[in-house]
């Protein structure tokens, strides 16, 4: 978008109000960062946008650049910024523990990780109490694979296409994204069909748990999922065909799938999913890295939404609101199979992680995180599904709980082809350039990933819906001839 085109567009659209000033920028000049960024930082690392954002500071819904040019993150640090950029009293809690104690590992006693991990344990339904601290969502699937694996006997474990729970070598296995996959060896993990409403091959308009149902025609009657069953159906058979001898470690399921562009299941299937899991011997593991601490709104965790209770829960991301951190929390019975080696973890659970995780948990029952991100997220939704009447043959489909929200982008709402790349980044490109920043996901990429920090308020939630009209109506006229 030019700067005279842009500056027109701003100025129909009021951002909202701030009472807070960032400091003035010191540091390196944008062009010294992308030098070292080339020179030293691995290649692998990619960036947002033709001309990446240079972020200084942060303040709850709200970041800056080194002009103190001010955005609406509703990206959220890639889902992990739960309550807000700088939190005060995430910030007091951690300035407080670092001038006492920064390190010791669990070799021996310290408060801050006995009062954070009661805490914790207590937002956990039944038997799950047994926590178990790392630090990233990797680094916790990973332990949970070793662990669903030490307690069944068994190796092989099931995962859903589309889904994302990490890169490291193991959690690789469990990812189906080829776009996510090195060319190493890997074994003994299974992906079963993926159960998508929308772009599955069974499933419509009764389909899905959420406030914006996807237009696609659908045979399920009230009350009843036929696709789930269907789903279901499909992963028996890779239970059957694929497993040795009908056995089973476990099964990973995301709430509702984040990377893979905020895929959300047909009702029952999950439930359902974990019944036959567990007929085969299996234990079932629920990825709450995204969907936890209050974000899909109606729950704590987005399993609930499900109506299942699982065996294993991993969790990262918004658990430290930015620090990195994460946490496996099972039963004491599959617990008790890593005392058969030694395990240990170096920097889990340290003081200050302690000291801000607990912080964290804190200020989402405090700043009522939980019903901001249902209140909010539902207005966000349906002001979203306006959009999708407005520009029927783009916007496919509008999805999602609370504030784990996706939008998705086609080039024909009939046969759901992909908006074309090009396409995508114009509007994702004048979005940026007008002060909203949106995440991307989905296989293809052409779903706009909506998961800012859950205190975001409905006149952000206006403002970013204008923003993203203004920036598909430009697109359309950048390509009417």
């Not at 567009?9 to 003035?24: C, E, G, R, W, Y």
């Not at 889904?163 to 070598?169: E, L």
């Not at 914006?212 to 065909?241: D, F, I, M, P, W």
């Amino acid at each position: 978008m030019s700067s005279f085109v842009l500056r027109r567009a701003m100025s129909t659209i009021k951002m909202p109000s701030l009472d807070f000033k960032p400091l003035v920028y010191q540091g390196p000049t944008y062009e010294d960062v992308l030098n070292v960024r080339k020179r030293n930082l691995t290649p692998s690392l990619v960036t947002f946008y033709k001309q990446p954002v240079l972020i200084h500071q942060g303040y709850m819904q709200w970041l800056f650049d080194q002009n103190n040019k001010r955005y609406l993150d509703l990206f959220g640090g890639i889902v992990t910024v739960s309550v807000g950029h700088c939190h005060p009293r995430v910030n007091e809690a951690a300035k407080r523990q670092m001038d006492k104690l920064w390190h010791t590992t669990s070799i021996y006693l310290y408060p801050s990780v006995h009062e954070y991990v009661s805490k914790l344990a207590e937002k956990m339904p039944g038997d799950l109490k047994v926590v178990y601290f790392v630090n990233s969502g990797s680094e916790a699937n990973d332990l949970a694979m070793l662990m669903a694996r030490l307690y069944t006997g068994a190796n092989d474990i099931i995962s859903l296409r589309n889904a994302y729970h990490g890169m490291s070598p193991w959690t690789m296995q469990l990812t189906a994204h080829s776009t996510w996959k090195y060319n190493v060896a890997t074994g003994g993990v299974h992906q079963a069909k993926n159960p998508d409403p929308y772009r599955g091959e069974w499933g419509g308009k009764r389909c899905r748990d959420s406030p914006v149902q996807t237009t696609r025609s659908c045979e399920c009657a009230e009350g009843q999922c036929l696709a789930s069953e269907k789903y279901v159906e499909e992963l028996e058979e890779v239970l059957r065909y694929s497993v040795p001898k009908g056995k089973v470690a476990g099964f990973f399921a995301e709430s509702i799938q984040g990377v893979g562009g905020t895929v959300q299941f047909p009702k029952g299937y999950l439930k359902k999913a974990f019944e036959l899991i567990r007929n085969y011997g299996g234990i079932c593991i629920s990825d709450e890295v995204q969907t936890g601490f209050g974000r899909t709104g109606e729950h704590y965790w987005g399993f609930q939404m499900h109506g299942v209770t699982p065996d294993i829960v991993t969790m990262a991301k918004g658990i430290g609101n930015g620090y990195p951190m994460a946490a496996v929390i099972t039963t004491p019975k599959i617990a008790a199979v890593l005392s058969q080696a030694i395990h240990f973890n170096t920097f889990g659970g340290n003081p200050v992680a302690s000291a801000i995780g607990s912080a964290v948990l804190d200020a989402i029952d405090e700043d009522n995180c939980q019903a901001n991100s249902h209140n909010v997220g539902t207005y966000f939704l349906k002001k979203l599904e306006g959009l999708r009447n407005e520009f029927p043959n783009l916007i496919g489909d509008v999805r999602g709980k609370g504030l784990m929200i996706g939008m998705e982008l086609v080039s024909d709402r009939n046969s759901r082809t992909p908006l074309g790349a090009q396409e995508f980044v114009n509007i994702w490109e004048t979005c940026k350039d007008m002060g909203v920043l949106l995440g991307k996901g989905g296989f293809f990429g052409n779903v706009f990933r909506i998961k800012p920090p859950m205190c975001i308020t409905k006149e952000d939630v206006d403002f970013a819906t204008d923003v993203i009209r203004t920036a598909i109506k430009q697109n359309k006229d950048r390509n009417t001839p």
